[in-house]
């Protein structure tokens, strides 16, 4: 039998939610309300579970499974059947059609040399620095696609400098972002000593 992914556990719940109260949409203080407490003892190793929470939803936003329906976090299932007994909302078909918003986002990110950047390439090449990783494509030169890596990352007191780079294909470089937070740390300190062993 398949294991259950976090992410199918998650819209397992949003479904089930839906299901209790009859309707499809619902903001993440009524996931939370629900279920938080019962995850954190499914996943007891996961000590950020509202992220873990948050980042399942957006995958499952992603995937064009959830939506939202206005500017403020009320998410409504989008590409699944009839709920049982469900009330749908008047508005909802019209929501159906809607396009995808536009929106625009001021952010703020810390400043990148890029000569680091093209130290990291000169250095450690075009190919995924995780063993026996062959996870890459050819762009349009036909150069692999690789992703340049701050291994501590600059916001937490990383260096931007070649000590603290490494390459990475685009599974890898989520995975060093967005995993679990025990398996980040592990991986993280991988990608020092291999970069260490390569300087």
């Given at each position: 039998?398949?294991?259950?992914?976090?992410?199918?556990?998650?819209?397992?719940?949003?479904?089930?939610?839906?299901?209790?109260?009859?309707?499809?949409?619902?903001?993440?203080k009524?996931?939370?309300?629900?279920?938080l407490?019962?995850l954190?003892?499914?996943?007891?190793?996961?000590?950020?579970?509202?992220?873990?929470?948050?980042?399942?939803?957006?995958?499952?936003?992603?995937?064009?499974?959830?939506?939202?329906?206005?500017?403020?976090?009320?998410?409504?299932l989008?590409?699944?059947?009839?709920?049982?007994?469900?009330?749908?909302?008047?508005?909802?078909?019209?929501?159906?059609?809607?396009?995808?918003?536009?929106?625009?986002?001021?952010?703020?990110?810390y400043?990148?040399?890029?000569k680091?950047?093209?130290?990291?390439?000169?250095?450690?090449?075009?190919?995924?620095?995780?063993?026996?990783?062959?996870?890459?494509?050819?762009?349009?030169?036909?150069?692999?696609?690789?992703?340049?890596?701050?291994?501590?990352?600059?916001?937490?007191?990383?260096?931007?400098?070649?000590?603290?780079?490494?390459?990475?294909?685009?599974?890898?470089?989520?995975?060093?972002?967005?995993?679990?937070?025990?398996?980040?740390?592990?991986?993280?300190?991988?990608?020092?000593?291999?970069?260490?062993?390569?300087?």
């Open positions: 039998m398949k294991k259950q992914t976090q992410r199918d556990r998650i819209f397992e719940l949003v479904v089930q939610l839906c299901e209790q109260r009859g309707v499809r949409t619902f903001v993440l009524d996931f939370y309300d629900a279920y407490t019962r954190e003892k499914e996943w007891p190793n996961n000590r950020h579970m509202k992220d873990k929470i948050r980042q399942q939803l957006q995958e499952l936003r992603q995937d064009k499974i959830l939506t939202f329906v206005d500017g403020h976090g009320r998410y409504t989008s590409d699944v059947p009839n709920l049982m007994d469900e009330i749908e909302p008047e508005h909802f078909n019209a929501i159906k059609k809607l396009p995808p918003d536009k929106r625009e986002y001021l952010i703020e990110t400043a990148r040399d890029v680091w950047k093209k130290m990291a390439h000169e250095r450690f090449g075009f190919h995924c620095l995780c063993r026996n990783c062959r996870n890459t494509f050819l762009r349009e030169d036909n150069t692999p696609y690789i992703e340049v890596h701050h291994i501590i990352p600059l916001c937490d007191g990383g260096e931007d400098h070649i000590e603290n780079l490494s390459v990475l294909c685009a599974h890898h470089h989520r995975f060093a972002h967005y995993a679990q937070y025990d398996e980040r740390e592990i991986f993280r300190e991988q990608l020092l000593k291999r970069v260490r062993s390569l300087l």
